[in-house]
C-alpha cells in the first residue's frame, strides 16, 4: 500500500494582488497530524497562504496540494478542510444553532446528520451556554468559538485558523486552546496563525516562520528549541527616551541592538550579553548617558528563533 499523501505540499506557491507580490516562491510540506503554528509580521503572507490551502485563492505559479488534491479545483478536497478566517463570518441576528444549521446544510449534511454534527461540535466548542443566543449578542471570545465550531461541522481533516485568538481575553484563549488540543489529539491535521509566541510554543509541534512572502524557517519545534535550553539569557533594555548617539554607541558596544520599529526597546542577542549582571549593566549604560528604564532577562524561546529568522541568521529548514 503506498503512503498517504502529506496533510499539505505546496511547491513554488507564488501569488500577488494587482501585481503586489503577497508570496514569492514558498515551499512547504506538513505531514498527517500536525498541529503547524505560522509566525510572521503583518503582510509577511500568512492569510494568504492560508487562502490558498483553504482553495479560496488559486496561486499565480507553483503548486499547492492538500491531502493530495488540488483545494481549488476540487470541491471534494474542499469538503476535508475547514477554514476559520479572521473576521467573524456568522449571521448576527441568528442564534449559534441556528448559524450552525445554515453552515451545516451548505456543507451538504443531511437533516439527522446536521443535527448531531451541530451538537457534536456545540459540546467540543464548549458553546452550550449559548446555543441559543444570536450571535450578535455574544463577547468577541463567544463569537469566534462559534467561527471555529462552523469549520468543524463536517469533521475535517486538515482545521486552518488565521489568527483565531486575536483580541479575545485570556478565559477566551484558553477556550480555544482546549478545542485545538481536542482536534489535535483527534489526529486532524491544524494549521494556525498567531503572533502570539507562547500560543505557539503551547499548541505547536512544528513551526513556520515567513517574512515578505517567504518561508524564513521550518521545522519541528522541539528540535528547533533544543539548542537553547544550553544558550545563556538574553537581555532587553527599555528605555525611558530615544537614545542619542553617544548613548546609541554605549548599547551597541554592550552588544545590543535596537528592536526594528521601536527605538526604545534593544535586545543583546543571545550569547552577546550573557553572563552579564543586568543591574550592573543597567548602572552602566546609565553611567554613559543610556536612558535605560529597566533591562529583563529572560531564558530565550520561539521568539529568539522568530527574530533571528527575520534578521536571516537562523540556520536550514529542520
Ligand atoms: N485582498 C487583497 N488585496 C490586495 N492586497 C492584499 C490582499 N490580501 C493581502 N494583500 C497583501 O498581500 C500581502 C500579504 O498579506 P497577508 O494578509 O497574507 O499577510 P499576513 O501575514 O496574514 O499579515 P497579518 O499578520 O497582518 O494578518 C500584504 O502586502 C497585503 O497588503
Known amino acids: 500500500m503506498s503512503a498517504p499523501p502529506p496533510l499539505v505540499h505546496v511547491e513554488g506557491a507564488a501569488l500577488a494582488f494587482r501585481g503586489r507580490p503577497a508570496l514569492r516562491g514558498l515551499d512547504l510540506t506538513v505531514q498527517a497530524g500536525t498541529t503547524l503554528a505560522l509566525l510572521g509580521p503583518n503582510g509577511a ?35 476535508r478542510i475547514g477554514y476559520v478566517p479572521q473576521e467573524i463570518a456568522l449571521y448576527p441576528r441568528l442564534s449559534v444553532a441556528e448559524n450552525l444549521d445554515v453552515f451545516a446544510r451548505l456543507a451538504g449534511l443531511g437533516r439527522g446528520a446536521r443535527r448531531a454534527a451541530v451538537e457534536a461540535v456545540v459540546g467540543r466548542c464548549a458553546l452550550e451556554e449559548v446555543a441559543r443566543r444570536p450571535v450578535g449578542t455574544l463577547s468577541g471570545g463567544y463569537q469566534r468559538r462559534a467561527n471555529i465550531a462552523a469549520s468543524l461541522l463536517a469533521a475535517p481533516d486538515l482545521i486552518l485558523l488565521d489568527e483565531p485568538t486575536q483580541g479575545v481575553d485570556l478565559d477566551a484563549r484558553a477556550a480555544i486552546h482546549a478545542v485545538l488540543g481536542s482536534l489535535r489529539a483527534a489526529g486532524a491535521g491544524v494549521i494556525v496563525s498567531t503572533h502570539d ?6 499548541l505547536a509541534d512544528r513551526v513556520a516562520v515567513l517574512s515578505d512572502g517567504r518561508l524564513r524557517l521550518a521545522g519541528d519545534l522541539a528540535a528547533l528549541m533544543r539548542p537553547l535550553a544550553a ?36 535586545r543583546a542577542d543571545h550569547g552577546a550579553a ?21 533591562i529583563r532577562v529572560r531564558r530565550p524561546g520561539l521568539e529568539t528563533l522568530y527574530r533571528d529568522a527575520l534578521n536571516g541568521s537562523a540556520g536550514a529548514a529542520a
Open 45 to 79: 503572507g500568512k492569510s494568504s497562504l492560508i487562502r490558498l490551502l483553504a482553495g479560496r485563492l488559486a496561486p499565480d505559479g507553483g503548486r499547492v496540494r492538500v491531502l493530495g488534491g488540488d483545494p481549488h479545483a476540487d470541491r471534494a478536497v474542499r469538503g
Open 197 to 202: 509566541f507562547s500560543e505557539a510554543e503551547r
Open 231 to 266: 544558550a545563556p539569557p538574553e537581555h532587553e533594555a527599555v528605555l525611558e527616551g530615544v537614545p542619542d548617539s553617544a548613548a546609541q554607541a554605549a548599547l551597541r558596544e554592550a552588544g545590543f541592538a535596537p528592536e526594528a520599529g521601536d527605538p526604545r526597546l534593544w
Open 274 to 294: 550573557g553572563g552579564l549582571d543586568g543591574a550592573a549593566l543597567l548602572a552602566t549604560l546609565r553611567g554613559r548617558g543610556v536612558p535605560a528604564g529597566e
